[in-house]
């Protein structure tokens, strides 16, 4: 008022002042926010919570918000344990579909190289019939793979030679192998170290290096 009229204009009226009032009063920070329904919840159980546990204020608050990171800490560390879970089980069950898929079929190199070292194991052992009988395996094998005579795992020595369109000069080398191995597995005849080396001398001469 005394600067209105220091300044030359006219008092202002009582209604003027308790407009400015309110204006002034109505901007940010003078007016207090309206706390939400769990707000009001919030602050009245902690005040009870104090009352009757006669507990100084604001432990409780520093009680609720320990609470809180401890739960926020385990839902994050359950949350975790749920990813390497599933991880873990997705290998597991990818394993066990590998573990369960067949096995690739051998190849013609692979089985000669496998009748080739048993033979020779055989040999070293001194079980020279059966050293005998994987190197005359051996030996179709590696005619087959070459493609001097067709082979199956089903047919016997006799079926092979019946059926696998040998030429004359295989036929002419097979024939007396068969007929040996026929004798010394059903007939009781002698095997010794002599055949299985002589069998295994065959398969060098056919087979040049991989025997």
Partial sequence: MIGALLQGRPPAGEQEVKDALERVMGRAG???EEQGWFGRT???FVKWL?????IRPGVVGD???TLLYVLLGLLIAWLVWLVVRSIVDARRARARALAA?????????????????EARAAESAGDHLRALRLYFWALVVGLSQRG????R???TAREMLARGRAGADVRARLEPLVREIDGKSFGNEPCNAQDSARLAAVCREFLGGVA
Wanted: charged fraction near 20%.
């Fill in 148 to 151: 001097e005579l067709a082979y």
């Fill in 63 to 65: 009680l609720f918000a």
């Fill in 50 to 54: 104090n009352e009757v546990f006669d």
């Fill in 153 to 155: 795992d089903a047919w």
């Fill in 101 to 117: 898929l067949p096995p690739p079929p051998e190849t013609l190199a692979a089985r000669l190289a496998r009748l080739l070292a």
């Fill in 42 to 44: 919030l602050e009245n």
């Fill in 30 to 32: 003078f007016v207090p």
